[in-house]
């Protein structure tokens, strides 16, 4: 069966450092997103992206994050300078746009 | 304002024992709605999923829901529960429009006890 692909699984950095968090979508799929999940709470919408450009993003989607499809293959986030409020359980999930969303595994991000 | 609200943060249950988890949305558009499972360092899994049509549905793992247009309510129920069935479980709504964003709620941790 077809699966999001999420790496790493963990990442530790430290603050004010640039991280770029790796997805690999399932291939039929034409809408991708990330959320993220601070510990204990909910999960949040980041941003959405359809056809190589943002179809959607939330308040916390702010200028330290931006996401880019480079190859047609790999859907990256990256947070620019990153601060402690940035340690979250980060997924990607995608959508053929007429179904439910699948989503990856995770990745674990702790900023220090 | 659209939310989703999981009223249950940690519900226990013995195994073999029915189980309903409650979800309640506030949605302006018609809404899909789903149920996840996180297990424990794991992803979203699907569980099941309501479009349209009939208001019972099935999911995977014995569990089923249902949707109450009337009370805004999409509960997951399961007649008899397993202790694999152990974890966090969202309710998510989302729009028809495709590449629109889910709502999650607050998530209900499951307990099964012995």
């Known amino acids: 069966e077809p699966e999001v692909t999420q790496t790493p699984s963990h990442q530790v950095t430290q603050m004010g450092q640039e991280v770029i968090l790796r997805c690999v979508p399932i291939?039929?799929?034409?809408?991708f997103y990330w959320y993220r999940q601070i510990l204990g709470q909910k999960v949040e919408f980041l941003v959405s992206f359809y056809n190589n450009e943002i179809s959607e993003k939330s308040e916390i989607f702010d200028d330290q994050f931006s996401v880019e499809r480079p190859d047609g293959s790999n859907f990256t986030l990256k947070i620019r300078s990153t601060k402690l409020e940035d340690s979250a359980m980060y997924f990607c999930a995608g959508t053929t746009g007429s179904t439910e969303a699948f989503f990856g595994q995770g990745t674990r991000l702790t900023v220090v | 304002a659209q939310s989703v609200t999981q009223p249950d943060i940690h519900i226990t249950v013995s195994e073999g024992a029915s189980l309903e988890l409650r979800c309640n949305y506030s949605?302006?558009?018609?809404?899909?709605l789903f149920w996840y499972v996180q297990s424990p360092g794991q992803g979203l899994q699907l569980l099941l999923k309501?479009?349209?049509?009939?208001?019972l549905v099935q999911g995977i793992k014995g569990f089923e829901a249902e949707f109450k247009r009337s009370q805004s309510s999409f509960n997951l129920r399961k007649p008899s529960v397993h202790w694999s069935d152990a974890a966090e479980y969202f309710c998510?709504?989302?729009?028809?429009?495709?590449?629109?964003?889910?709502?999650f709620g607050k998530g209900t941790t499951l307990s099964v006890s012995s």
């Open positions: 998510a709504v989302g729009a028809k429009q495709a590449g629109t964003a889910l709502i």
């Open positions: 291939s039929n799929h034409l809408y």
């Open positions: 309501y479009f349209s049509g009939d208001t």
């Open positions: 949605y302006g558009a018609t809404p899909y």
